[in-house]
Nanobody, 125 residues
C-alpha cells in the first residue's frame, strides 16, 4: 500500500513559475515509476510528465515540453514538477501517481496503481 500526497499548487500569473512536490510512502520508492497527470474542468485527464525508476528516463506531454521538468529525489521519496512559463491553459488539478514495480515508463493513467488527491494550479492571464 502506497500513500501519495501532492503539495505546492496555487495561483500564479501567466509567465510565472510553480513547483509541485509529491511524497510517496513506500519503502521501495526508488523502484516506482512516477508521473504527474492533470485534468481541467470538462476535459480528459492527460499526462503532464512521467519519470522512470532508473536512469531516470522522462517523458512529457506535448503541451508542456520545454516548460515543465520532472525530477525525483529517492532519498526523500519525492517527485517534483517544476513548471515554468506558465500559461492559462495550464490551469488544472494536478495529480501525482505511482506505478509500483514498474518495468518501464508509462504515459497511461491506468498503468498507475496509487494516486494522490490532487493539487490545484490556477494560471491567470
Amino acid at each position: 500500500q502506497v500513500q501519495v500526497v501532492e503539495s505546492g499548487g496555487g495561483m500564479v500569473q501567466a509567465g510565472g513559475s510553480l513547483r509541485l512536490s509529491c511524497v510517496a510512502s513506500g519503502r521501495t520508492f526508488s523502484t516506482y515509476g512516477m508521473a504527474w497527470f492533470r485534468q481541467a474542468p470538462g476535459k480528459e485527464r492527460e499526462l503532464a510528465a512521467a519519470i522512470s525508476s532508473s536512469g531516470p528516463i522522462t517523458a512529457y506531454g506535448d503541451s508542456v515540453k520545454g516548460r515543465f521538468t520532472i525530477s525525483r529525489d529517492n532519498a526523500k521519496n519525492t517527485v517534483y514538477l517544476q513548471m515554468n512559463s506558465l500559461k492559462p491553459e495550464d490551469t488544472a488539478a494536478y495529480y501525482c501517481a505511482a506505478r509500483v514495480k514498474a518495468g518501464s515508463l508509462s504515459p497511461w493513467q491506468y498503468d498507475y496503481d496509487y494516486w494522490g488527491q490532487g493539487t490545484q494550479v490556477t494560471v491567470s492571464s
